[in-house]
């Protein structure tokens, strides 16, 4: 299994960053995907996660209604959408296959990816 | 809806036994698995202990997990501290979608 996360860096308040993973290993169709960020120094906060198929989202309520997050099942990529990032945004963004069963916990990490957002 | 309470840090000499506890809030620990997690400095976590007490491939057998109903919690117990197990560790478990993440132990092996 791996998960390889991009598309992190510096960024304004107020402004948009994607994020993405590229999955490889396994049947990524099979498996719930979220993702989970770690802020400076502090722990670990699951803002989004989104059914095998993509029907199904949640999201934190630090994030609803600012993020969202999608997968291209055909690509074997996961995305994250981020909107009107706020200093407080600022973390490392993991990026985590959920276990079989989708709700227990995480299978497998990614390297994550370093997003600052600052003036 | 839960919280889960971890000691913010301890510490063991190589070769010797430590347990981490991770206390649940309200409802029992028992309804949902305990899942912990390794993160070493600088690095990404890594899942050590899944469904309450099992151990994914690769995973040496001095780490274990268990549950407490008597004192609603999780315990993980690393045995033979090697310098290496020197992390921080995570205690989660879950409510409908959502997980709950402990606010993490420093394991200082010295």
């Known amino acids: 299994v791996q998960l390889v996360e991009s598309g992190g860096g510096l960024i304004q308040p107020g402004g948009s960053l994607r994020l993405s993973c590229a999955a490889s290993?396994?049947?990524?169709?099979?498996?719930?995907m979220s993702w989970v960020r770690q802020a400076p120094g502090k722990g670990l906060e699951c803002v989004s996660t989104?059914?095998?198929?993509?029907?199904?989202?949640y999201y934190a309520d630090s994030v609803k209604g600012r993020f969202t997050i999608s997968r291209d099942n055909s690509e074997n990529t996961l995305y994250l959408q981020m909107n009107n990032l706020r200093a407080e945004d600022t973390a490392v963004y993991y990026c985590a296959k959920r276990d079989s069963s989708g709700w227990y916990g995480v299978d497998n990490w990614g390297q994550g990816t370093l997003v600052t957002v600052s003036s | 809806n839960f919280m889960l309470t971890q000691p913010h840090s301890v510490s063991e000499s190589p070769g010797k036994t430590v347990t981490i506890s991770c206390i649940r809030s309200?409802?029992?620990?028992?309804?949902?698995?305990v899942q912990w997690y390794q993160q070493r400095p600088g690095s990404a976590p890594t899942t050590v202990i899944y469904e309450d007490n099992q151990r994914p491939s690769g995973v040496p057998d001095r780490f274990s997990g268990s549950i407490d109903s008597s004192s609603n919690s999780a315990s993980l117990t690393i045995s033979g501290l090697k310098t290496e197990d020197d992390a921080d560790y995570y205690c989660q478990s879950y409510y409908s979608s959502n997980w709950v993440f402990g606010g993490g132990t420093k394991l200082t092996v010295l």
């Open positions: 290993g396994f049947s990524f169709s099979s498996y719930a």
């Open positions: 989104i059914s095998s198929g993509g029907g199904m989202t």
């Open positions: 309200s409802g029992s620990i028992a309804s949902n698995y």
